[in-house]
Structures are given as C-alpha cells and as structure tokens.
Nanobody, 120 residues
C-alpha cells in the first residue's frame, strides 16, 4: 500500500489550494484518514481527520477554513484549504489507516508530504 500526496505549491495569503492523497495497492477498506503538517522547527501536528463513518475533526487553527473529504470509490482523500495564511506554510502529510484484506487489522500509512508555501 502506498499513499501519494499532491497539490501543494506556492500561493498568496488569502488564496486556496486543494491537496489530494491517493491510496494504491492492496486495499480492502480505508478507515480513518487525516492530514498533518510540519512547519520548520516545529513538531508535526494534526490538521484534519475523517473517520470511515463520516465524522470529521479539525485543529482549531484551521476550523472554518479547511475542509477534509474523501472519495471512497477512488481511495482518495482531499484537503480543501481556503483563506490561507502565512502560518499555514508547512509540509503537509496524509495518513490513512488501511485494511489490506477483510480479515486483517488496519495499518497506518503515511504519504511522502507535499509543501505548501503561503506568501504574505
């Protein structure tokens, strides 16, 4: 199983970006999916998460600006980021708990990270 994150780039403050996280390989089901970020000199933090049941959770710093979603048919998750601020600059990582087979437990996988740079 692999996770491929994409969609990062350079954007001006107030702009928008949409990140994607595509899972590939042997996949029976995807449980929780989430996005994390790590800014220079800081620890990795959770940005947004979604469960297989549809519940979502956001860091206070992004509530009302970011939206996490997923397309289970495509095994892909998304992070829509609006009203971006300079403090959103970071490498963004996707994470997913994936069951490879019906009888297997879920395993956590990480994407490679995609850089988001917000210029002020």
């Amino acid at each position: 199983v692999q996770l491929q994150a994409s969609g990062g780039g350079l954007v001006q403050a107030g702009g928008s970006l949409r990140l994607s996280c595509a899972a590939s390989g042997r996949i029976f089901s995807i449980n929780d999916m989430g996005w994390y970020r790590q800014a220079p000199g800081k620890q990795r933090e959770m940005v947004a998460a979604s469960s297989s049941g549809g519940s979502t959770n956001y860091a206070d710093s992004v509530k009302g600006r970011f939206t996490i979603s997923r397309d289970n048919g495509k095994n892909t998750g998304y992070l829509q980021m609006n009203s971006l601020k300079s403090e959103d600059t970071a490498v963004y990582y996707c994470n997913a708990n994936i069951r490879a087979r019906a009888w297997s437990n879920g395993k956590s996988y990480w994407g490679q990270g995609t850089l988001v740079t917000v210029s002020s």
